[in-house]
């Protein structure tokens, strides 16, 4: 099991900055993938940005250039940096962690709202 334990939602004007944690606790050896996903209101829930343990980030193409994603291995954490921040990244950002088995875990979830 892994547990996942997020931080640092909140409200932004657009072109403001947020900076997005999670913390793993648990089987955290068994983590393959870690990543963050987001939901809009009304809207499927989509990937945001991934970061394996070989150091591979993808993001999508919608946040390019504008969010970083990056792991502290010591502490067990992943970030999001989120600069230049528009309305339609508003939604519920959840942390994920998939294991080499590609079960996966999720956060409880944390609000962004950016507003125009």
């Known amino acids: 099991q892994v547990h996942l334990v997020e931080s640092g939602g909140g409200l932004v004007q657009a072109g403001g900055s947020l900076t997005l944690s999670c913390a793993a606790s648990g089987n955290i050896f068994s983590i393959k993938t870690m990543g963050w996903y987001r939901q809009a209101p009304g809207k499927q829930r989509e990937l945001v940005a991934t970061s394996t343990s070989g150091g591979r980030t993808d993001y999508t193409d919608a946040v390019k250039d504008r969010f970083t994603i990056s792991r502290d291995n010591a502490k067990n954490t992943v970030y999001l940096q989120m600069n230049s921040l528009k309305p339609e990244d508003t939604a519920v950002y959840y942390c994920?962690?998939?294991?080499?088995?590609?079960?996966?875990?999720w956060g409880q979830g944390t609000q962004v709202t950016v507003s125009s």
């Open positions: 994920n962690a998939r294991n080499w088995q590609l079960t996966n875990y």
